[in-house]
């Protein structure tokens, strides 16, 4: 065996069997749940198994007096490990080696890992191989689970626009993806190391008025406290401007201590917009006075239509439309009105929410000044109204309100709908009190569907509005348009009556039905020809 051999006849001449029982010892008690072994490789080249656990036998097959060639090497081994393990095996058999971790087959050829230590030491025949292995195998899988885990989460990360930062408990930066670089001109793999304690060159980078809040940040999201705010900074880019981002973050535990994960994106342009917008405070906060004195008028004429309808004992089909819908708008006026008053006493009104309130206002300042003449004179204001028209309607009353409930609008209708001779002010409610009610029926979002159809056949043209709520029992769609009936803590039970009365003053017709995938669908059918004659036989007889 060459100088390896020389070395081994030396050690067996000064102890080394007494050395060898020592190691032996030594093993099996490191590895003492694990498999453990004496073999003999005899001087023909021949390993005899000496001896070997239980489980080792049941394991493997292998039993003591076997003798092990090259094809029991073949079923002990998988292809890809036998040269490596067999060089290890060579090594030990000259000098003592560091353990080694490989792959194993069971006697059923499932792959095994195993960390394998072993002594070898010359006796008379051949030399004797003393050595125990433990069974890695759920360590292993559960590194490869992990590796790929970080490279999933490494893959993601570097695809996405925000800018995602981890730091250890020293506030150094373990982890940056590459978003760091559109975002603030930096090299990711610079940036790490980068440490954001006081005096430090990561803040550096931080503007010096917003050092304090960012740093107020940091603390928060290592300690856990659980504030879901987030901090606006100005951050210096590497061509030397500063740039808003705005963080978030908080922290979790790893091996290695408290960890903190902060997500940033850029909002310079929103940051500057809103300063833009400071400039327009006064002028704003007349402009939102102005219209919530001619909305406080309006809701007086409100309460006095409310008023003047309450002792009626029965109501026509145009007398019940007006009635109810008089009541209805009350609680969308009074919250546009509250509304408009928290834009008074915000420090900075803003334009963008000034519009919509503006035009919302106007709105229902028509549908009272219509349900007025509706009352006195018993007519509806009919005029040609395109579908893209009412749903423009319906975009506007229900955008924002969607927005906040997380519930996303699919609007949609037939291009080759004609013109529908109705009263856009009223039939836009109606379809706006369906809607409302799909939206409450969906407090967790969802998506509300809206479409219409031209069933030329019939000359209809049918509303469909479908939720994803839990649906409508058999008892309650029964009542559904009964004045006063709700199955809502806070409801009034007037929203789908007033659209059932403005339906059936147009002629028209309400029918519900349960959605199979779950919810409930309103079908609102208005015939275009029935109504448009009327109008023109009561023209010509004028």
């Known amino acids: 065996m060459g100088r390896g051999e020389d070395d081994t006849k030396a050690g067996l001449s000064e102890g080394a069997p007494l050395a060898s029982s020592d190691e032996r010892l030594r093993i099996l008690s490191e590895l003492a749940q694990g498999y453990s072994y004496t073999v003999t490789r005899l001087d023909s ?26 094809r029991t090497f073949a079923r002990l081994l998988p292809p890809d490990e036998r040269k490596r393990v067999l060089c290890w095996m060579a090594a030990v058999l000259d000098e003592p080696q560091q353990p080694l971790e490989h792959r194993a087959l069971d006697h059923r050829g499932e792959r095994l890992w195993v960390y394998h ?22 360590r292993k899988q559960a590194e490869e689970v992990l590796a790929q885990s970080e490279e999933r989460f490494r893959m993601m990360t570097d695809h996405m626009s925000d800018m995602i930062v981890e730091l250890d408990d020293d506030r150094r930066i373990v982890f940056i993806n590459r978003a760091v670089g559109p975002m603030l001109g930096w090299d990711p793999e610079r940036a790490l190391g980068f440490q954001f304690g006081p005096g430090t060159r990561g803040e550096d980078t931080i503007h010096r008025e917003d050092i304090l ?19 606006r900074s100005r951050y210096l880019h590497r061509d030397g401007s500063w740039r808003w981002v705005e963080m978030a973050g908080n922290s979790f535990r790893t091996p290695n201590g408290v960890h903190t994960l902060l997500v940033g994106r850029e909002v310079t342009e929103r940051v500057e917009r809103e300063a833009a917008d400071l400039l327009d405070a006064e002028r704003l906060e007349r402009e939102v006075q102005a219209r919530t004195e001619v909305l406080e008028e309006t809701y007086r004429q409100l309460q006095e239509l409310r008023s003047r309808l309450a002792d009626a004992e029965k109501l026509g089909a ?13 609680n969308p ?13 915000a420090p900075v009104p ?26 006195r004179e018993g007519r509806l204001r009919l005029a040609d109204t395109r579908v893209a028209d009412l749903f423009d309607d319906l975009r506007g ?3 924002d309100r969607a927005h906040r409930s997380n519930v996303r609008l699919e609007i949609r209708h037939d291009a080759a709908i004609p013109p529908l001779l109705v009263d856009r002010t009223l039939l836009a409610a109606a379809l706006v009190s369906v809607a409302e009610n799909g939206l409450e029926a969906m407090p967790s979002g969802g998506v509300l569907d809206i479409e219409a159809r031209h069933i030329r056949a019939s000359a209809i043209v049918q509303f469909r509005i479908a939720d994803q709520g839990s649906g409508i029992s058999d008892q309650a769609r029964a009542r559904i348009f009964d004045a006063f009936f709700t199955t809502k ?12 009365g403005v339906v059936r003053g147009h002629r028209g017709r309400i029918d519900v039905e349960r959605r199979r995938e779950g919810g409930t669908i309103f079908c609102i059918s208005i015939p275009y020809g029935e109504l448009r004659e009327e109008h023109e036989l009561a023209a010509a007889a004028v």
């Open 397 to 399: 009353e229900l955008g």
């Open 333 to 345: 006026l009074g919250a546009l009105t509250g509304r408009l008053q928290m834009e008074l006493e």
């Open 213 to 231: 809040a960012a740093r107020q940040r940091f603390d928060d999201a290592l300690e856990s406290v659980g504030r879901k705010d987030k901090v």
């Open 318 to 330: 145009a007398d019940e439309l007006t009635g109810s819908l008089a009541h209805a708008i009350n």
């Open 117 to 138: 230590a072993a002594h070898a030491a010359r006796v008379e025949g051949g030399i004797r191989i003393d050595g125990s292995a433990l069974d890695v195998t759920e």
């Open 350 to 375: 803003s334009r963008s929410a000034l519009i919509p309130i503006q035009r919302l206002g106007e709105r229902i300042h028509s549908v009272v000044a219509n349900t007025l003449a509706l009352y």
């Open 45 to 70: 080249g021949e390993i005899r198994v000496d001896w070997i656990t239980q489980n080792f036998e049941q394991t493997f097959h292998l039993h003591v007096g076997d003798r092990i060639r090259a």
């Open 489 to 500: 803590s806070s409801g009034t039970g007037l929203g789908l009556p007033i659209a059932n």
